[in-house]
């Protein structure tokens, strides 16, 4: 049954990557903005910012600002540098020794 699962998430990679090559490079970049705007979020709340600061604590994450130096990263991306990864290891099955997905966890 894992072996299924595995290969049903192959299967919608490849599908995916096929959409990034369709993707304009003023597409990638407006995804990639996408993403870092919900990264930079500004935190309104104590609250939710005493939630962050914990579960990076809980995680045995202490930078504290994991989520602008994400952020910096995902800007500096390419289109090619995701499709190498993929190719590398994901679909590579010589590259690729554990995937782990989660789903419906923020």
Same mark, same amino acid.
């Given at each position: 049954?894992?072996? !299924?699962?595995?290969?049903?998430?192959?299967?919608?990679? !490849?599908? !995916?990557? /096929?959409?990034?090559?369709? /993707?304009?490079?003023? =597409?990638?970049? +407006? #995804?990639?903005?996408?993403?870092?705007?919900?990264?930079? $979020?500004?935190?309104?709340?104590? $609250?939710? /910012?005493? $939630?962050? /600061?914990?579960?990076?604590? +809980?995680?045995?994450?202490?930078?504290?600002?994991?989520? =602008?130096?994400?952020?910096?990263?995902?800007? @500096? *991306?390419?289109?090619?540098? *995701? $499709?190498?990864?993929?190719?590398? #290891?994901? *679909?590579? @099955?010589?590259?690729?020794?554990?995937?782990?997905?989660?789903?419906?966890?923020?």
């Amino acid at each position: 049954m894992c072996r !299924e699962i595995s290969q049903a998430i192959v299967e919608c990679v !490849e599908k !995916e990557s /096929l959409e990034l090559d369709a /993707l304009t490079d003023e =597409e990638f970049q +407006a #995804f990639k903005d996408s993403i870092c705007n919900k990264l930079l $979020k500004r935190i309104i709340t104590v $609250k939710s /910012l005493g $939630k962050r /600061l914990w579960k990076s604590i +809980a995680d045995g994450n202490f930078d504290f600002k994991k989520q =602008e130096h994400s952020a910096k990263h995902i800007q @500096s *991306l390419t289109k090619e540098d *995701l $499709k190498s990864f993929v190719k590398r #290891f994901i *679909l590579d @099955s010589e590259e690729r020794r554990q995937m782990v997905v989660e789903y419906g966890r923020e």
